[in-house]
């Protein structure tokens, strides 16, 4: 089984609408795992979760390709801000139940760490930016 490591992240205000959000401490290159975080799944219906848990969960069944359930990054995962187009996607592994960041571009150190909310399959760019519209959000700096 491989070693956890600290990853190169440090979280701070943004000093927008977004809040915080995560920064690279060191510059990654394209396809370079930033991140690998370990899952907490959900097999209750999404409807069932609370909203305020929802707004944080990414859908396991698509991104592992097994059986319809949502799952919680741990580590930095959950609190990734968005971007369309973002400087990271993610893939879901269901046997490590790892939930993977990857560069999709050299990311520069001090660059905020984003994923697309909106990219079916953990993309980083898609042509809907409705997520927040979705989740009930009326106040978000990308509309």
Known sequence: ?????????????T?????????????????ETVESCPVILFTATFAEIPIE???VLFNWGVLARTQ??????LGYGSLY?????ANMRYEGDDEAKVLRF?????IAEGEEL???YSAEGGGHESADNDWFQRMGETRHPDW
Do not use: F, W
Request: glycine share 10%.
């Open 1 to 13: 089984m491989p070693s956890a490591h600290q990853p190169n992240l440090l979280v701070r205000d």
């Open 15 to 31: 000093g927008t609408i977004k809040g915080r959000g995560v920064y690279a401490t060191r510059p990654h290159a394209e396809g």
């Open 53 to 55: 848990v929802r707004k």
């Open 68 to 73: 319809q359930s949502h799952c919680l990054a």
């Open 81 to 85: 801000n968005h971007g369309n187009p």
């Open 102 to 106: 990857v560069a999709i571009r050299p």
């Open 114 to 116: 984003t994923v697309n």
